[in-house]
């Protein structure tokens, strides 16, 4: 991980060191969307940071409640009755035949968009997430200022309970690891990747990439928007890493909170192969477990007068371990984790082995949108 040429584990770009750009000469039309499934206790407050942006352009947001069973829709056309900006709240259709629900959702916000106010650019965005009020400013000045036909941010997760200490820093850690941002934002790289929380996307790009039909059955679709976008049409794409302008309010109180997250979209990560889950179940054990076991043994050797082998396995163990310590450093200090988190790394990438071993055994259990 230490000596990966793109570096991913420095977490880098961050949108909060960007260099300023420049404003343009005239801000386009965006269409924001905002998919929602039983989220009656987040979309309030996500609705609201969305009507209160800043943006100098037209802007317009549809929401559309997806089979939602509690009082998502009301709760959302309570906020559209005393909002400043256009807030359209709809019902959605039933589940067609090979599509995933979010986003069957996100299919028909945009052609209600289209429909309507035709805009330039969508902002695909979720109900858990919250934009501070120059956030679709910024990022549509980026898009802009950097020819760019998608502009993605990682949002700003949740780090308050004992679960996310523990299990959240190594997600993004793991997440960047298998998609580094500087090769997704590279042109000419094979590379491509975005955070389903937040998309901002030419219209006409996803439009030429066959649009959210193109993605249908994907329960990675954020991945899967990315991929069409940069190597489908050829067209810049870009991810960062978000620290204050876009977070997530969805809470991951206890370790199977998590458990559930992870499992829905992990096997698929892993393109449902086998020989390719065993493989990454067995470099986690190596990497994680194997620097533990070293540096016991090496320890217990070394008390009991052990030779060489014991000063070999105590001196592996702790190169290993200061290692993952090393790699955790970043991730910890984003998320404003003491010290000592970082040495929870060990437990943390096994657990995530667990969690894509029984994604593979079980599969997402009700846990994604079907």
Known sequence: MLLHPARPWDLRPVDADDPPVPDPDLWPSVGVVVPARNEADLIGPTLGALDQQDYPGEMSVVVVSERSTDATADVAREMARVARHGIEVIDGAP?????????????????????????????????????????????????????????????????????????????????????????????????????????????????AAGGMDAVRGALIDDLSVARMIKRGVGLPTRLALSRERVTSARAYDDLGSVWHMVRRSAFTQLRR???????????????????????????????????????????????????????ATPVAREFGLSGVWRLALPVSGLLYGAMTLDSALRGPQGGGWR
Request: aromatic residues 8%; glycine residues 10%; charged residues 15%.
């Open 273 to 327: 192969s086998w020989p390719l889950l065993i493989a990454v179940l067995v470099v986690l054990t190596i990497m994680f477990a194997g620097s533990v076991v070293a540096l016991i043994a090496g320890i217990v050797g070394v008390a009991s007068g052990g030779g060489a082998a014991a000063l070999w396995a105590l001196g592996l163990g702790a190169a290993g371990w200061i290692a993952m310590v090393a790699v």
């Open 95 to 207: 589940l067609p035949d090979g599509w995933v629900g979010k986003v069957w959702g996100m299919d028909q916000g945009i052609r209600l968009h289209r429909e309507t106010t035709a805009p330039e650019w969508l902002l695909l965005t979720d109900a858990d997430i919250h934009h501070t009020h120059d956030s679709l400013r910024a990022l549509v000045a980026d898009a802009l200022a950097g020819g760019l036909a998608l502009n993605s941010r990682m949002a700003r997760l949740r780090c308050t309970s004992l679960a996310e200490r523990l299990l959240i820093p190594p997600f993004v850690l793991f997440f960047f690891l298998l998609y580094p941002m500087r090769w997704a934002n590279r042109a000419g790289s094979r590379t491509a990747s975005a955070a389903g929380g937040c998309i901002l996307v030419r219209a006409d790009a996803l439009a």
